[in-house]
């Protein structure tokens, strides 16, 4: 079974160097998309700054299979709510 590692960088890069175990490529991506949910979720009011991170996906030879970017930001109309 093939072993992913998922990287987190955002600001600081968060290297997994344990990896998981997942059947494919598209249950990695699942996997991926569930894992920055949670992130994006507990983030709290740092998420709205516009800075931006990413997640990283890649095989144990280190080749990075995908990518996700995440930013948001609050406009000045959303500051004065």
Do not use: K, Q
């Amino acid at each position: 079974m093939p072993r992913y590692f998922f990287h987190v960088h955002d600001g600081y890069s968060s290297i997994d160097t344990e990896g998981t175990d997942l059947p494919s490529l598209a249950v990695a991506r699942a996997e991926a998309l569930e894992t920055a949910a949670g992130i994006l979720r507990d983030s709290g009011d740092h998420l709205w700054s516009g800075t931006a991170w990413r997640m990283e996906v890649a095989d144990i030879a280190g080749n990075i299979l995908f990518t996700l970017n995440f930013s948001a930001e609050t406009s000045a109309l959303g500051l004065a709510s």
